[in-house]
């Protein structure tokens, strides 16, 4: 690898550190963004100089999340890890998954907690209106997403 390559994963492992996760996932990321093939965990590991079982954890938390997708190959019982060609569209559905499981928490959390006094009525009501119209801009903008993917020359 270069200084260049290097300066890259380390940076997205701090990027993601910054918020909230595991340093090891934001380089394994830019790993997986830089590779030009998929890659098994034990190329991985050794890529980045951790263990396997660190690579293994993180790699199915990017593959939950939809930005790495495990593959395999016919006769090989080694699994495969590489970027999701659609990783931006499966971010922006798993976003949307996790906006409207939030409403559903709140809006049962109202229910129980009964009538509520009017500033704790409102930011019940700020909260769900915030996160429905969140969810309609990133649905018009996975569609988006989706719809210049399939144009040619749109990535």
Same mark, same amino acid.
């Given at each position: ?17 910054? %918020? ?17 093939? %998929? ?28 930005? $790495? ?15 999701? $060609? ?8 798993? #976003?949307?998954?996790?906006? #409207?499981?939030?409403? #559903? ?6 229910? !129980?907690?009964? !009538?509520?006094? !009017? ?6 009501? !700020? ?18 997403? $989706? ?9």
């Amino acid at each position: 690898m270069t200084d260049a390559t290097d300066g890259f994963i380390e940076m997205m492992g701090r990027h993601f550190e910054e %918020e909230g996760v595991a340093r090891i996932a934001g380089r394994l990321f830019g790993l997986l963004m830089l590779v030009e093939r %998929e890659s098994t965990l034990d190329e991985l590991a050794e890529a980045l100089k951790v263990s396997k079982g660190s690579v293994s954890s993180n790699a199915r938390l990017l593959e939950e999340w939809g930005v $790495a997708e495990r593959v395999t190959r016919p006769g090989d019982r080694r699994d495969f890890y590489r970027i999701a $060609a659609d990783m931006s569209e499966r971010l922006v559905n798993r #976003q949307i998954e996790r906006m #409207q499981l939030f409403i #559903q928490r709140v809006n049962h959390s109202r229910a !129980e907690l009964g !009538e509520l006094a !009017e500033p704790a009525a409102d930011r019940f009501d !700020e909260v769900i209106r915030f996160n429905s119209m969140a969810i309609e801009s990133l649905r018009g903008l996975g569609t988006e997403m $989706a719809r210049s993917r399939r144009r040619p020359g749109g990535g």
